[in-house]
């Protein structure tokens, strides 16, 4: 145990590829740590997080005499991890406290206020973060973890204004009522009152975005309380932040860029654990959501963010997870430009790690895969953050999203939560890689575009834009109606009270041909999905049209028109939220929207990859390359690859492109040629499910 890394090169991005998240439960402290030594070496491990007085066992909320009696174990694992080159991380499981899970802490904490849902249920294990006995006692426990001088020291996703069950949604704890009353200027506050403002249907109620405000500041103030707390006895030790994604975070009011700088301290970087979802294995189309989390969390923290996913396999062993879905993960996460993986791999019960044997093997075996994708995402090395951008069609997320949420009657409290991404999702599923960078196509859905002031608006209604029906509403409501090309109706139910049987393709330049049809049993067989008939102005291009089950018209479907501008814009009269599932799913629908693409994209083509279904692609440009990734997320495999870009083809200076756990593919299996405003490149390979597919285009730079 002199050398745990003698068995695989050092990486060139210094910063771990695999983190390991382990729990050494106090009884059986000695003997886990003699296995995860072993495990460490075996399995090519950087670094390993140490998870404190985590689930089963849990304390609910440690006091600081258990916490003083642990360090004393955990500088043990410390300095033996160090002595065989691992780095040591830790990662309280309880600040706040994740759930009741029927614990009661009122009696051991006797002067702490606790959480207060919106619907009064009090919990009996989660501090209300205004707490300030609770903040004392949370600063208290960190000063000891300090004294470890972890490398990172993570926050957990507790730290959070929503699921702390039995409280869905908090706090309105009578500190909260307080407070946020004199903020707003009135004597007396009660719960009820408050989240009648929050949910009243229609425009917004001022108080929305003040409550928002006030649940950031709140949160900001304890995380920046623990992180001074670390710092003023660990300077170096880096703070890491889980999250729950950014559309959750909306409803803290969360400013991710305020917060990482408060939290930042000494170091001036903060690592980053985007959630993957996917506990369990269930379906590969889980990883889409995967990958969208990966770019909307970088795309709200500042640039030089240290982003390593979390890879969670609950409730653990390979009943929970496969080896292969788990390095999926892993290589989806490298893919997308993250220096690693945080591995939740095993359970927190004082179990052997001989009850999963496997790990260990896989984890080695990929590793020079993973470390060949990372080198070239990471600009040969030279960054541990992500320091390129990716191309695609642009998709659109404000962090503020919630504030200005349109609410119906009766609205429950969830409907806050922003769920505009079906675009996004149908977009990747059919080919077409999206981005949060900018690009010169947008593609939005739902409510999202009123969190952008007009100015913002006006840019992408000069651009390219393909829209659904809720945006639609949005664009007409904001006084934009003019530059889109069509009014909407009312919104109506597909085959309710009428028959919407089929989408019939009629231009034959947007994949049209007689008796072309696409079903309208959207999302599933009940067929009741939401859409708008649309009245389109005299110069829009109506490109297909829902008919009856007798194959008569019955509204214009897709439409297209070009604003005094000069901006495209693209209406598909479908609210994607409650319409798109997999019958919106067809190869005939992937051969629209590549026509579409390329008429948003004024004839350039749209970067896109074909060759069978469930793609997960991806292009990331860093410096002078755009390096194209491809998963299949499909069982079947792939025969081929084809990938369109737009990409001059004189533009084109070289091509390579590598296989995981195939290597270099030979000049014959990659051809180029030239198709209409850019090029194409067939990679003659067979693509099986999971393993990525990694094309490299070096790109001549212009001058200057």
């Not at 780095?87 to 614990?103: A, E, K, Y």
């Not at 909407?488 to 139910?493: D, K």
């Not at 708008?532 to 194959?551: F, K, T």
Request: charged residues 20%; proline residues 6%.
């Amino acid at each position: 145990m002199t050398d745990s890394h003698a068995t695989h090169p050092r990486s060139a991005v210094n910063a771990p590829l695999y983190a390991i998240r382990r729990t050494l439960p106090p009884w059986c402290f000695e003997s886990r740590l003699e296995e995860l030594l072993t495990f460490c070496r075996d399995a090519c491990v950087d670094e390993v997080i140490l998870k404190v007085d985590a689930e089963e066992f849990s304390q609910g909320m440690p006091t600081v005499a258990w916490v003083c009696e642990y360090v004393s174990k955990l500088k043990q694992a410390r300095d033996a991890l160090h002595k065989v080159g691992v780095t040591f991380s830790l990662n309280p499981w309880v600040t706040q406290g994740h759930i009741d899970r029927g614990r009661d802490l009122r009696a051991r904490f006797p002067d702490f206020h606790w959480m207060v849902g919106h619907d009064g249920v009090v919990c009996r294990a989660q501090a209300c973060p205004r707490c300030e006995r609770f903040q004392h006692h949370a600063v208290e426990l960190w000063k000891l973890y300090a004294t470890l001088e972890p490398a990172v020291i993570w926050i957990e996703d507790d730290i959070r204004t929503f699921n702390h069950q039995p409280a869905a949604f908090g706090c309105f704890c009578p500190l909260h009522l307080g407070a946020f009353a004199r903020r707003v200027g009135v004597s007396t506050l009660t719960r009820e009152q408050l989240v009648d403002a929050l949910l009243a249907p229609g425009e917004a109620h001022p108080w929305r975005r003040a409550w928002f405000d006030f649940q950031r500041d709140t949160m900001h103030e304890l995380g920046g309380v623990l992180a001074d707390a670390v710092h003023g006895i660990s300077p170096a030790t880096r703070i890491g932040l889980m999250s729950s994604g950014p559309a959750n975070h909306c409803l803290d009011g969360r400013d991710w860029r305020g917060l990482a700088k408060r939290m930042s301290g000494g170091p001036g970087v903060i690592h980053s654990r985007p959630t993957l979802g996917n506990y369990t294995e269930g379906s590969a189309v889980g990883l889409y959501d995967s990958a969208a989390q990966i770019h909307r969390t970088r795309h709200v923290l500042p640039k030089g963010t240290i982003e390593q996913t979390e890879v969670e396999n609950v409730p653990f062993t390979g009943y929970a997870k496969s080896r292969s879905f788990t390095m999926t993960q892993v290589a989806l996460s490298v893919a997308r430009g993250c220096a690693g993986a945080t591995l939740n791999l095993f359970d927190h019960l004082g179990s052997s790690l001989s009850v999963d044997p496997m790990w260990a093997t896989m984890l080695r075996e990929a590793r020079p895969m993973l470390e060949r994708l990372r080198h070239v995402m990471h600009g040969d090395g030279r960054s541990q953050a992500f320091d390129g951008t990716f191309q695609g069609v642009q998709v659109l997320h404000h962090e503020r999203a919630s504030d200005v949420r349109r609410l119906s009657s009766g609205a429950r409290y969830e409907a806050l939560i922003p769920v505009d991404g079906a675009f996004e999702a149908s977009l990747n599923m059919l080919g077409f890689p999206t981005t949060y960078d900018c690009a010169s196509v947008v593609a939005t859905d739902g409510q999202m575009l009123d969190a952008f002031d007009d100015a913002s608006l006006e840019a992408v209604l000069r651009g390219g834009m393909f829209i659904d029906a809720a945006a639609l509403a949005v664009l007409h409501r904001r006084g934009f109606g003019e530059l889109v090309g069509a009014e909407p109706g009312p919104f109506r139910t597909l085959n309710v009270g009428h028959v919407t049987a089929a989408e019939a393709m009629t231009d034959v330049a947007f994949g049209g041909a007689v008796d072309r049809y696409l079903t309208l049993t959207l999302p599933d067989l009940l067929g009741q999905g939401r859409y708008v008939h649309l009245e389109p102005a005299d110069s829009a291009r109506v490109v297909s049209e829902i008919v009856d089950q007798n194959r008569q018209h019955v509204a214009p479907m897709l439409t297209l028109f070009e604003n005094k501008w000069g901006g495209r814009i693209a209406i598909l009269p479908l609210e994607m939220a409650t319409a798109f599932g997999t019958p919106f799913l067809h190869p005939y629908r992937q051969v629209q929207l590549a026509a579409t693409l390329r008429w948003l994209g004024r004839e350039r083509p749209a970067w896109e990859v074909s060759g069978g279904v469930y793609p997960l692609a991806s292009v990331a440009a860093v410096g002078g390359r755009r390096i194209l990734t491809l998963f299949n997320l499909s069982r079947d495999d792939w025969p081929s690859v084809t990938w369109n870009m737009p990409v001059a083809p004189d533009k084109v200076q070289a091509v390579s492109a590598f296989q995981g756990g195939g290597g270099e593919l030979g000049g014959a299996a990659v051809q180029m040629t030239t198709i209409p405003g850019g090029s194409s490149v067939c990679l003659k390979t067979t693509l099986p499910f999971g393993r990525p597919l990694t094309c490299v285009v070096d790109v001549e730079q212009p001058n200057g």
